[in-house]
């Protein structure tokens, strides 16, 4: 992430800044989708463990990557293969767990929550 933000700070010419951009877009899916992905395994592993007061905070944290997956739609036809997919949320393969856990736990509303990630 240093390296990407660092590059696009640094780089006068037009046609690598574009390919830079193209890179981070990239590159924030997959921060993106691991985050979801780890937020999501969290908050079922508490829930497995009848534990709602983690579970939703750990849905919580969820929540910010699945809208984060939701709107990246311009590069999931790049990433993915196919626009087929529609956003990143849906390319997760994992949409109907998130509105189990979304209808379990509830909807918060966006930007009020501390977000945590896995990897920076």
Do not use: C, P
Request: glycine residues 6%.
């Amino acid at each position: 992430r240093h390296a990407i933000n660092k590059a696009l700070n640094s780089s006068e010419s037009t046609i690598y800044s574009t390919r830079i951009q193209e890179a981070e877009k990239r590159f924030a899916y997959g921060e993106a989708m691991i985050n979801f992905y780890y937020w999501l395994i969290q908050t079922h592993q508490a829930d497995n463990q009848n534990n709602t007061t983690l579970a939703r905070e750990n849905f919580q944290q969820t929540q910010i990557y699945a809208e984060k997956l939701a709107a990246m739609n311009d590069i999931i036809g790049v990433v993915v293969g196919t626009l087929s997919a529609g956003d990143g949320l849906t390319a997760t393969f994992n949409k109907d767990s998130y509105e189990y856990f979304k209808q379990r736990y509830g909807q918060f509303k966006s930007g009020n929550q501390d977000q945590h990630q896995i990897i920076r």
